[in-house]
Structures are given as C-alpha cells and as structure tokens.
C-alpha cells in the first residue's frame, strides 16, 4: 500500500514558497506598480532584505537557482555598481525598519572582504535598521579565507548557512561539488569563533549515486558538527529548465521509493538526535528560534523556505530577486546583463510579478498554513477573511470526503493533515490551488 501511495502522491507539483507561485508571474506588474507597491508600505513595517549575488567559482550541477560561473572578480565588481543603485532607488521608496538581512546567491561568500563591509554600509546609510536584526549569509567553504571571515564577523551575521549536500566522494563528483568535511567543519568553527550564534547545514537526498546507508553516513557527520538547524531537502531535478543539470547521468538517480526512504531515514536520524521536525524537510533544536515559531504556530515560508521570518515586506534586490509585498510579488530581470542596464538606468528593474487578490490571499494562507503546521483553523480562517473563506471550507469538506487514503481530517474545527499524509503535504497543498492548472509550468517530484 505505501509504494502505491507513494506514486499517487509524489507527482509534479510547486513547493509552495509562495502563492500564486512564480510561473504565474507576467509582465504586467513593473516598476511603477513596484513603487506603489514600496510607498504604501506603512512607517511601522518590518523589512527584510534579500540580497542576490548571482555568481560561483563553479557551477554544482544540481543547482536549481539563478546564478553563472565565473573565474574573474571583475563581472562581481560591476554588478555590485548596479545592486548599490537599485539599493538606493527603493530605499528612498520603501518606509519601515530591516529586521532581516539574508546574502543568497549563487555564492555571496565570493565576495572580497572589502565589498563585504562596503555592501552592508550601502544598507545601513540608506536604510533604518531595528536594534534587533537577523542576519544571515549562504557559504561555499571553497570560497572562505581569514579575512572574509573577520568582514563577516564585523557587518554582524547572526547565522551562517552552508550547503553540504553529501560528503561521499562519489556523489560529489557526480554533481560536480567537491567540498569535505573538514573543510565544512573548519567553516563552522570559523564562524563560531566571530560570534555566530546559528548555523545552518542543507544535505540533499536523491542525488545520483545516493543510498540510505550514504545519505545516513552524510547525517552523522553533519551532527557531529552540532549545527542548530538542518535542513534535508529533496533534489529538484529539473533540465528542461537547468540545462546544467543534464550533465548528472540520470541512470543513476533513485527513484521515487529510493527517495522517499533517503527522506524518511534522514529525518528519523535528526529526531532521534534530539532535533525537531519542522514543516515538511527542515529539523531545528528545540530552543532554537525556528522550532519554537513551529510550535507557536507562527512559523512562515517564503522563497528562502521555512523561516521565522514576520516582516511586513519581503525586498528582492539584485537580478531575478523576487519582492513579495502586501501588494503582490515583483520580480527583477533575471539576466545579469539586462539587470545592470535597468538598474544602472531608474535604479528599479522589475521584470514581472503578480497583484494580488483577495481570493489569492485567502489560498496563499492556507497554503502557507497547511505547509508550515499541516493544518488548517476553520473559525481561524473565517474570522480573518469572512465571506471569502467560504469556497475553502467546502473544498476542505470535499478533500475529506473523498479522501480514500487517510491523509486528511477534521479534529474538531481543525482541518489536519495526518501523519500519514504529511510526507506528500506538497500534494496536499495542491488541492487548494486555483491556479495550479493554468501556468502550464512543470515541476519537481513532490517527494
């Protein structure tokens, strides 16, 4: 029974780091509806700031984001001549306090030291940032050096992220990521030692090459390194839109059973090490910041996953950084060429997004919902949006009615995804998407 569950429920479907989600986005929405969009923002919000630095040293072939390998430093230093403007032009649009600063990419830990420092002042002069503020970093140790680290520890990070996928030799190679342990481990201890409260480690299942036996080996030595959150994400296999990752021999991937035991096994390993799950791939300990939201039930996801994060706006800066506001999303120009001339230009680069409306807020909530606590508040759901939440209450009847594998039910007022149901939550989710159907977009396995 489980294989056929498995296979009914592991189709293609989005991972929900937003809704709508991002195939829906057109060209309707640009810089002027951006604008509005920052100036109506009220003088109280809480901002957080994505930064996107879309360059690496080497292209991982799994890598699913926007991002291009290069071996010179120049490109780096001409594009940060366009962040800085796009940095200026919405700050004099957007009211409200940072309380939340993540450095994605791409490798952000490219960066030279000097630019680490001169990219923060940027945001601190143009900017107010709140006395308490979140900030977060992604890391290639093959990046790193003592002074990288000392630019780090000055501008504040308050949590370091790093991707370590799989250290087995094999898997690595496959993927072209060549990246040990030690190395990792010395990344860490560097970081701790600048007063670096949280680190964060992602592994990956369903590499090439990966077993449970792999993936566990992988486990245990990324506790060893006592990391506060973990995340184990599911490898997004997606060529027809990475075209890199047709170099990754596809003979040797897992399939949907191997990936499910990978996921299964992983996490068990977590919790019995004293982590607690959170959402549908991510484990924190108990005191941590993340695992205590998931417990209080004010846990959020956006387009960095599952976070803590509450701020009012979520600001996308850089190419193809995406904005999500109470207005809608908006995203930039993802081709660093096209970006640097926009930005360069008006300062703004927006290349498409999404208005909001009200129907779509009511979804996106309960999406957001079911992916971070598995379930759903009836009298919640009225109480914030009314009449409108009546065609969710009967789609909720109707999934429990004609649910034949025991994944959903009603306690009491709570519409709840069971145990069992909680591993195909993606799936789940689906169920409530009006829009699913419309895009045409492909997706990723959904476990």
């Not at 296979?7 to 309707?28: I, K, L, Q």
């Not at 596809?250 to 299964?264: K, T």
């Amino acid at each position: 029974m489980e294989r056929e569950l498995i296979e009914r429920y592991s189709r293609p479907v989005p991972r929900y780091t937003s809704y709508p989600t991002a195939p829906h986005f057109h060209a309707g929405v640009g810089n002027d509806l951006y604008r509005s969009w920052l100036r109506a923002l009220p003088a109280e919000a809480g901002l957080s700031l994505y930064l996107h630095i879309p360059y690496c040293d080497r292209l991982c072939w799994f890598c699913g984001c926007h991002t291009k390998q290069t071996l010179r430093y120049e490109p780096i230093a001409t594009y940060l001549t366009a962040l800085f403007a796009e940095i200026e032009a919405v700050a004099a649009e957007a009211r409200g306090k940072v309380v939340a600063v993540h450095f994605g990419g791409g490798s952000p830990s490219m960066l030279k030291p000097d630019d680490i420092i001169a990219l923060d002042a940027q945001l601190r002069a143009n900017f107010a940032f709140a006395d308490k503020l979140e900030y977060s970093i992604e890391m290639d140790p093959n990046d790193m050096d003592e002074a990288r680290y000392d630019a780090l520890g000055a501008i504040g990070i308050t949590r370091a992220s790093l991707g370590v996928q799989d250290f087995d030799p094999r898997v690595q190679a496959a993927v072209n990521r060549i990246q040990s342990f030690e190395q990792t481990r010395d990344v860490v201890m560097a970081m701790r030692k600048r007063g670096v409260g949280s680190v964060n480690l992602d592994v990956l299942y369903g590499l090439p090459h990966q077993t449970v036996a792999s993936v566990l080996s992988t486990v245990e030595q990324v506790l060893s390194l006592d990391p506060d959150r973990v995340a184990a994400f599911g490898y997004a296999h997606v060529p027809w839109m990475k075209t890199h990752q047709k170099m990754i021999d596809e003979a040797a991937l897992p399939d949907i059973h191997g990936r499910f035991e990978q996921a299964r096994a992983a996490g068990a390993a977590l919790v019995a090490a004293g982590y607690q799950a959170v959402g549908m791939d991510h484990y924190a300990k108990p005191a941590d910041s993340l695992a205590v939201a998931a417990r209080r039930g004010v846990l959020h996801r956006n387009f960095q996953g599952y976070t803590t994060d509450a701020a009012t706006a979520l600001i996308g800066l850089g190419a193809s950084a995406i904005s999500q506001l109470p207005g809608g999303y908006a995203q930039n120009i993802v081709a660093t060429g096209e970006y640097q001339k926009a930005a360069n230009a008006s300062g703004l680069a927006i290349a498409k997004g999404f208005a909001l409306e009200a129907g779509d807020r009511v979804r996106a909530y309960v999406i957001e919902r079911l992916m971070c606590d598995f379930g759903v508040s009836r009298p919640g759901l009225v109480a914030q949006f009314g009449p409108l939440a009546a065609p969710i209450l009967a789609e909720m009847e109707l999934a429990v009615a004609n649910d034949r594998d025991g994944l959903v039910e009603f306690r009491g007022d709570l519409f709840a995804v069971r145990d069992k149901g909680q591993p195909f939550v993606r799936s789940i989710a689906a169920v409530f998407d009006a829009r699913l159907l419309v895009a045409g977009a492909r997706y990723s396995l959904a476990v």
